[in-house]
């Protein structure tokens, strides 16, 4: 399942009730899906309808699944279940266990930090996939560590409830997730890409975060697309452009993060829609 609201919404909700959370790539093939399924022991799956049908493929193979919750139909009835339900499994939908947790509220369970939090796996090319056992304590230092550094960086300025991140790097990895406890500790406020990360210049253009944890994989990809469409232009544009980007790589190494002339001329362009 893509990064969506209702993932942290059932994830927090599973913490709250004491039990640990385990994540499945949406890019896995049947085996490792099924592999993780059993070694994980798994009653109930969260997915959208896209991921069904992985699920009940994997289900053949798996004794322990009992449940799915669907969080992108409101009813079961607004998509054919009934393969799943030949398959044993009971289907669910967000908004269904969202009304039985209004009618049966249950007290929180608190966890010791030493308690399982999440189970991560590796996407590896090779065998099965590893299981990493982290507990509570594991993202509370985590988390307060980027707190820390956070505490003596540029950053801390526009870290308060106005703050914004677009949630795009996968939820399966835990690096996304000790994002998500930063911005929760300081109230600050979480949208979610389309999906897509093709449409990801959109998204930026819509929510308009005002921070952006990433990766170099995803920067040197926009890095190539700004210099191959600048020396595309040719000529004056691309001597200026690459005038201005050297300019710039060396003021950053003496701490200077503007430039009052190729902010404007060129690099404003760069940030355009």
Not at 97 to 116: C, N, Q, S, V
Not at 170 to 176: Q, S, V
Not at 186 to 200: D, E, H, M, P, V
Request: aromatic share 10%; hydrophobic share 45%; proline share 4%.
């Amino acid at each position: 399942m893509k990064n969506r609201p209702e993932w942290l919404l059932f994830q927090y909700a599973v913490l709250y009730a004491g039990g640990f959370v385990s994540s499945l790539y949406d890019t896995l093939g049947a085996s490792s899906t099924q592999f993780i399924l059993n070694h994980t022991d798994v009653q109930t799956v969260v997915c959208t309808t896209l991921e069904l049908q992985s699920v009940l493929q994997a289900k053949a193979g798996c004794r322990s699944l009992k449940h799915v919750v669907l969080t992108d139909v409101a009813s079961t009835e607004d998509v054919d279940v009934s393969a799943a339900t030949a398959a044993g499994l009971t289907v669910w939908t967000n908004v269904q266990l969202e009304g039985i947790g209004a009618r049966f509220p249950i007290a929180p369970t608190y966890a010791k930090i030493t308690d399982p939090c999440f189970l991560m796996y590796t996407s590896g090319t090779t065998g099965d996939p590893k299981g990493v056992l982290l507990s509570s304590q594991n993202i509370m230092s985590s988390t307060q560590g980027v707190l820390e550094r956070i505490a003596h960086g540029a950053v801390l300025e526009t870290m308060n409830e106005n703050a914004v991140h677009l949630s795009y790097l996968p939820l399966a990895h835990i690096f996304e997730h000790v994002v998500v406890a930063v911005m929760i500790t300081y109230s600050a406020r979480i949208g979610f890409y389309q999906g897509n990360t093709l449409k990801l210049a959109e998204d930026l253009c819509a929510l308009r975060p005002t921070l952006f944890p990433t990766v170099p994989r995803l920067l040197n990809k926009i890095y190539d697309k700004v210099v191959i469409s600048a020396k595309s232009a040719g000529g004056v544009k691309a001597w200026l452009f690459n005038w201005a980007l050297q300019t710039k790589l060396r003021n950053l190494k003496q701490g200077y993060l503007g430039h009052p002339l190729f902010d404007k001329l060129i690099f404003s362009k760069v940030s355009e829609p």
